[in-house]
């Protein structure tokens, strides 16, 4: 199967596409590895709310509930075992995408349990026990870059684990974020640990934001308010890849990097255009650099391979730009420090819910196999 142009071209700027999405039936029927093949999928993240809507369509996850019923586990232990299963398939599938990339690509993210997303202590143990669980060495972990989080991400790399930090919407948090990665890059080269061996993309999440500040341009309502809508979630990540490329051109990471160390990617998460009337490759066109990662649902993925376009770089002639649309929001009352703020609780909060419909799912099939604990 020969890839398809457009994804092909998005490759060849520096962008490595990821497929937000995964499921028991697209590694079964080898979809995945379709997608590796023609639309140069090199990367799968996960996360409770696709999990769940996994496994509430169809039976493809029956037979191993129906044996977790009769070992008697709990509905949590069940979870774990069907979600890391899943991970460590697709890990397999991207095997060979890890070997010839390097390392750089062929990744597979879970998720700690949003529930510990407050909590440092529990956060690092989850992210050791998904580490030990799985059991791959293209794996990432996803720990949600919350105050929390930053410590919990730190301890992480420095034990040598691979880590996708999630849920990022603000530049200072961002930062921290990037603090946070070389200090456990410092930690793991002080204990000794190969850092080249470690990686770690920064997702920052993109559609969300203009969610947010589009609803609150609408109650601004001038007509320069609404000119602005559609706007900031680029001109964010914009400024986000501007914070990166500062970062790691400063001479502390220049110290890790000849010591082996491997910059941590920018990655464009929730790229689905949720208004209609933005062009559905919006977030893809408009945040093409070097060294990047886009994770997309499949629904953008085959828009992008039927009509999108690619430019050699859409981000960093743009810095200016996007510097004058964020102090233009500022002018139109739109409080940046607490829209990031509401997506980062609202954002802890939606996983929280979907962990729970997961469990819930999950003990009603175990439930019905007549075994539950």
């Not at 039936?25 to 709310?49: F, M, Q």
């Not at 990665?181 to 999440?205: H, N, P, Q, T």
């Not at 062009?279 to 629904?299: F, K, Q, S, W």
């Not at 940046?336 to 609780?345: G, S, T």
């Amino acid at each position: 199967m020969s890839a398809n142009e457009n994804l092909a071209g998005l490759s060849a700027a520096g962008v490595s596409v990821w497929i937000d999405d995964i499921s028991r039936h697209r590694l079964e029927s080898g979809d995945l590895k379709e997608l590796i093949a023609g639309s140069s999928v090199t990367g799968v993240t996960s996360n409770p709310t696709i999990f769940a809507n996994a496994i509430s369509k169809g039976d493809g996850y029956d037979g191993q509930i129906a044996d977790l019923a009769v070992r008697r586990v709990s509905v949590e232990e069940a979870a774990r075992a069907i979600t890391t299963y899943d991970i460590r398939w697709a890990a397999d599938v991207l095997a060979p995408v890890f070997e010839q990339t390097g390392g750089q690509d062929g990744r597979v993210s879970i998720e700690v349990d949003p529930r510990l997303a407050n909590d440092t202590k529990a956060t690092i143990a989850e992210a050791k026990y998904l580490w030990w669980a799985v059991d791959r060495p293209n794996t990432m972990i996803k720990i949600p870059a919350t105050e929390a989080g930053l410590p919990a991400i730190t301890a992480a790399i420095s034990a040598g684990i691979s880590v996708n930090v999630t849920l990022i919407f603000s530049l200072a948090r961002y930062r921290g974020v990037m603090d946070a990665y070389m200090a456990g890059l410092e930690g793991a080269k002080a204990a000794g640990l190969d850092l080249s061996a470690i990686r770690s993309v920064a997702s920052f999440f993109v559609s969300r934001v203009d969610s947010e500040i589009d609803k609150r341009l609408d109650a601004v309502g001038t007509d320069e308010a609404k000119a602005l809508k559609g706007k900031a979630a680029v001109a964010n990540a914009r400024l986000a890849y501007q914070e990166f490329e500062n970062a790691f051109a400063s001479p502390r990471w220049e110290a890790l990097a000849q010591a082996g160390a491997v910059p941590q990617r920018p990655l464009w998460a929730s790229t689905s255009v949720k208004n209609p009337e933005y062009r559905d490759v919006l977030y893809v066109e408009d945040l093409i650099a070097p060294g990047t990662v886009n994770t997309m649902p499949e629904g953008t993925i085959h828009d992008f391979a039927d009509h999108g376009e690619v430019e050699s770089d859409t981000i960093r002639p743009f810095y200016a730009d996007a510097a004058t649309v964020m102090l233009q929001l500022e002018r139109n009352g739109i409080d940046y420090a607490d829209v990031v703020k509401v997506l980062e609780d609202e954002g802890v909060e939606k996983f929280i819910v979907s962990w729970n419909q997961l469990l819930e799912q999950i003990e009603s099939k175990l439930e019905t196999s007549g075994e539950t604990k």
